[in-house]
């Protein structure tokens, strides 16, 4: 089992930033890609940004230039690098553990809320 736990979400205005982190915990050995998904009201959760173990990282068009994520595998981490938030960036934010990525996640945190003020 693999245990994730998101932290970093706040209420910010239009055109801010915002960083959030992922702290991974448990069977981590298992794990061969990171994401990060994003599910706002009303809508189904959508993936933004992954990155596999080797730092290959691929984006949704819609935060291509905007957001950053990386990974600290020294410390269990995984990042998301948020600038030139937008009011439609709004919504909860989770974190996402592969072990095969064409399996779809294995893992996922709990969420935390990301609302961006126009």
């Known amino acids: 089992q693999v245990q994730l736990v998101e932290s970093g979400g706040g209420l910010v205005q239009a055109g801010g930033s915002l960083r959030l982190s992922c702290a991974a915990s448990?069977?981590?050995?298992?794990?061969?890609?990171m994401g990060w998904y994003r599910q706002a009201p009303g809508n189904e959760r959508e993936l933004l940004a992954i990155?596999?173990?080797?730092?290959?990282?691929n984006y949704r068009d819609s935060v291509k230039g905007r957001f950053t994520i990386s990974r600290d595998d020294a410390k269990n981490q995984t990042y998301l690098q948020m600038n030139s938030l937008k009011p439609e960036d709004t919504g909860v934010y989770y974190c996402a553990a592969y072990s095969r990525v064409v399996a779809g996640p294995d893992y996922w945190g709990q969420g935390t809320q990301v609302t961006v003020s126009s």
């Open positions: 990155i596999t173990s080797g730092g290959t990282s």
């Open positions: 448990g069977s981590i050995f298992s794990i061969t890609a």
